[in-house]
């Protein structure tokens, strides 16, 4: 019913910037909350940033002064601008969306993920 399609992914080498894109598609009547997780080899996932549709931001600390959350409520799409990326920032990344249809059903919806590589 409801898709996540991320775009943005790249080698990036330290100190670089990349931004990454999110479009929610399908029967969607309100999203309340989008966001970004990643995930190394052999971790859990973890938070990176998400905003509400009011504009609340929350950011992992080890990201914060570095990445911006944005989103556009209009277009059911979210952007993470990455700057002064680190190799500990290597991950696959997943867009995440907390979903109402318009069937009023409620559901998490997450992205294939996108591959983030910080290496020189």
């Known amino acids: 019913q409801v898709q996540l399609v991320e775009s943005g992914g790249d080698l990036v080498q330290p100190g670089g910037s990349l931004r990454l894109s999110c479009a929610a598609a399908?029967?969607?009547?309100?999203?309340?909350?989008m966001g970004w997780y990643r995930q190394a080899p052999g971790k859990q996932r973890e938070l990176v940033a998400t905003?509400?549709?009011?504009?609340?931001?929350n950011y992992a600390d080890s990201v914060k002064g570095r990445f911006t959350i944005s989103r556009d409520n209009a277009m059911n799409t979210v952007t993470l601008q990455m700057n002064s990326l680190k190799p500990e920032d290597t991950c696959v990344y997943y867009c995440y969306a907390f979903v109402t249809t318009i069937s009023r059903s409620k559901f998490e919806v997450w992205g294939q993920g996108t591959l983030v590589t910080v290496s020189s």
């Open positions: 905003i509400t549709s009011s504009g609340s931001t």
């Open positions: 399908g029967s969607i009547f309100s999203i309340d909350k």
